[in-house]
């Protein structure tokens, strides 16, 4: 239920943007050229500019516009819809110059200007009215949580910090005498239960009458992994894997993610050919050592395997050992610096995903030493070998920038298992798109 309603809110932004795109190229026309010729001028704008506003909802969903989580700040949507246009008035004059001679009996330069305008204004708009709309009372869900857990505060946390979800939190610790009666009057829509109460057969009996008023049941660790996209690792026992983890469901995926691996490496080692010569060159003239790094990672089910970079450190960056990467690292060489926010270091990995060794989505791939260390520190830390480690990741685009401890490890972990729960050809195409960004963006690290 959870997930969707949160699904719905997505889709109905969509269609809103969707229809004001359309909208506001209508009135584009009737201010360009008046109302009386505007539908004479429909007929031949719709065809390209149907294929620009292709192009713009995908900008939109890299920019993580359709995230709820995302859109709260009213100066942070206007600065990033405003980047969001200004990408797509770019991708626009190219796509127009190209299609140019294919629409002769327009020229669609003279409108894109006022169409970015008026359809800023109007999605910004939209936007505002649907956030505020959302949030209010009238399509509000009542969530009410049983039992006593140390997850409790944290759900309430993201649910107080998200409120476009459009969740009220009501918190019960002591069960009800009669809690059908209880969720009648506060009109309770999901029910959360945490793990002790769970257990308890009488209050099973009291949950499960409640199920005839319609109401949504959910695990506490459940809504939790719905609202934040992770997996409170902390507080989920092995049956958890058990439940949720089943291999033989996903054979079909993992069939067609390594032909597509395969292709999409080859793909890149083709082009990468055009810049590689000019990288290794640069490489070797900043400082001595080689041009390959070289490192044992783990990969699936514990193996290792030699992981390759572009050398983006100085030589002999750990002669007194394994040292966690770290922001600002005194190790990294100037251009290993552009190496890394371009993530063109990562260029001979694609040659491990060739091999097998990795994907190009997946948990990333963490040293021996290190695995050694956490899997002592951080439950079920070794459950995130049971896929390929990958190019990017879930964990790299939602958790902290670097895993240079205990604490960030743990976060990342939470979005891996999420990851490996949830993957599918739709999460990775997701995750390469935003990877993409990041990339273009010079954001990577």
Not at 104 to 119: E, T
Not at 200 to 229: A, H, M, R, W, Y
Not at 294 to 299: A, E, M, P, W, Y
Request: proline share 4%; aromatic share 12%.
């Amino acid at each position: 239920m959870p997930n969707f309603i949160i699904k719905t809110k997505k889709l109905l932004l969509l269609i809103g943007d969707i229809i004001i795109l359309y909208l506001s190229l209508f009135l584009t026309l009737i201010f360009r050229y008046g109302f009386d010729s505007a539908s004479d001028q429909w007929q031949s704008t719709l065809m390209p500019f149907t294929i620009i506003f292709v192009l713009w909802l995908i900008i939109f969903f890299i920019s993580d516009m359709y995230d709820l989580k995302t859109n709260q700040g009213n100066v942070n949507f206007v600065n990033l819809l405003l980047k969001s246009f200004i990408i797509n008035g770019i991708i626009s004059v190219v796509i127009f110059y190209f299609l140019a001679p294919l629409f002769n009996s327009i020229k669609p330069q003279r409108i894109l200007i006022i169409d970015l305008l008026i359809s800023f204004a109007l999605i910004w708009s939209w936007r505002s009215f649907f956030y505020q709309f959302i949030k209010s009372a009238k399509v509000s869900n009542n969530v009410l949580i049983l039992g006593r857990s140390d997850l409790t505060p944290l759900l309430r946390q993201e649910i107080e910090g998200r409120p476009q979800l459009g969740y009220k939190l009501i918190i019960c610790e002591d069960i009800p005498d009669d809690l059908k009666i209880y969720c009648v009057e506060r009109k309770i829509d999901i029910l959360i239960i945490a793990n002790e109460a769970r257990k308890d057969q009488e209050i099973s009996k009291k949950i499960f009458d409640c199920l005839s008023l319609g109401i949504d049941v959910f695990p506490l660790s459940g809504f939790f992994e719905q609202i934040t996209n992770k997996i409170p690792v902390e507080f989920i026992e092995h049956d958890w894997f058990l439940e949720n983890l089943s291999e033989n469901s996903k054979k079909a995926y993992e069939i067609t993610k390594r032909a597509m691996d395969v292709i999409l490496a080859i793909i890149g080692l083709i082009v990468s050919l055009i810049f590689t010569p000019f990288i290794a060159l640069i490489i070797k003239l900043e400082s001595p050592g080689p041009i390959i790094f070289k490192q044992v990672r783990t990969g699936k089910n514990g193996k290792t395997f030699l992981a390759m970079k572009f050398r983006s450190m100085i030589d002999k960056a750990e002669k007194n050992g394994p040292e966690w990467a770290q922001k600002n690292d005194a190790r990294v060489t100037k251009f290993g610096k552009i190496l890394r926010k371009t993530r063109l270091d990562e260029i001979p990995q694609l040659v491990n995903i060739l091999r097998g060794e990795m994907s190009f989505v997946g948990p990333r791939p963490e040293r021996p030493e290190f695995i050694e260390i956490l899997t002592q520190e951080i439950p079920f830390y070794e459950e995130r070998l049971l896929t390929k480690p990958g190019l990017t990741g879930w964990a790299q685009l939602k958790g902290p920038s670097y895993g240079g401890s205990k604490e960030e490890s743990l976060e990342k972990l939470k979005y891996d298992l999420y990851y490996i729960k949830h993957r599918s050809f739709t999460l990775d195409v997701s995750v390469i798109l935003k990877t993409l960004r990041l990339v273009v963006g010079g954001k990577g690290q």
